[in-house]
């Protein structure tokens, strides 16, 4: 019989907005150089931890304005102006989508309701801690947030889940969920033995699938 899971925890950017990879391939088709050369230049590999600025910047190695002047660089080497500010103001509209997740975040507030611990692993950025956590009700929903501008590793690195296996008092990994727009990260938390889910464009199947897995 497989454990009984006792916790649910949660990626952020993709999961509760919109996710950013959405609007870099729009502005990579604006550019007429397709959506696979601006995603390289904005955030590299992403489905890797390495040295590209905006891997350095979400484990708080660099500022946000050193990401961007980086960025730029990279950019201007294959003659394109790249500039993530520009890319951010276009994010920003419509609460970055925040107002469509309602039904996700009305199954976390019924989830603690049912006794589940929950937390977010996020990758993030420092600069954008009060952005982020002013569209959803962050502390009235999660009893921990791993962020990994804070704790100095991103996903998909097992670390970071290893630190949020740190803040639920000794569960197992198999005790534990996770939900994540990005595959890597979804297939570094079932390497550790934590069950997860691929959250697509249709959030209610997302939602279903949690379910099922709670039912078992």
Known sequence: MPESIKAVLFDFGGVFTDSPFHHVHAFGEELGVGAGV???IVFGSYEHDGDHPWHQL????????QARDDILALGGERDL??????????????NAGADQR????????????????????????????????????????FDFVVDSSHAGVRKPDPRIFELALSHLDGLAPAEVVF???????????????????TVGTDLDAAIAELDTLLSN
Not at 133 to 139: F, K, T
Not at 179 to 197: H, K, P, T
């Open 81 to 94: 102006r790249i500039d993530i500010y520009e890319l951010f103001m276009r994010m920003a509209g419509n």
């Open 102 to 141: 309602q039904p996700l975040v009305a199954r976390v507030r019924s989830l603690r309701e049912e006794g589940y611990r929950t937390g977010i692993v996020t990758n993030n950025v420092r600069e954008f801690g009060d952005g982020w956590r002013g569209l959803i009700p962050v502390d009235e929903l």
């Open 179 to 197: 939900l994540d727009d990005y595959q890597a990260n979804v297939d570094a938390a079932r390497g550790l033995g934590m069950r997860a889910i």
């Open 38 to 40: 601006v995603t390289e």
């Open 58 to 65: 979400e484990r708080g190695e660099i500022t946000m304005e």
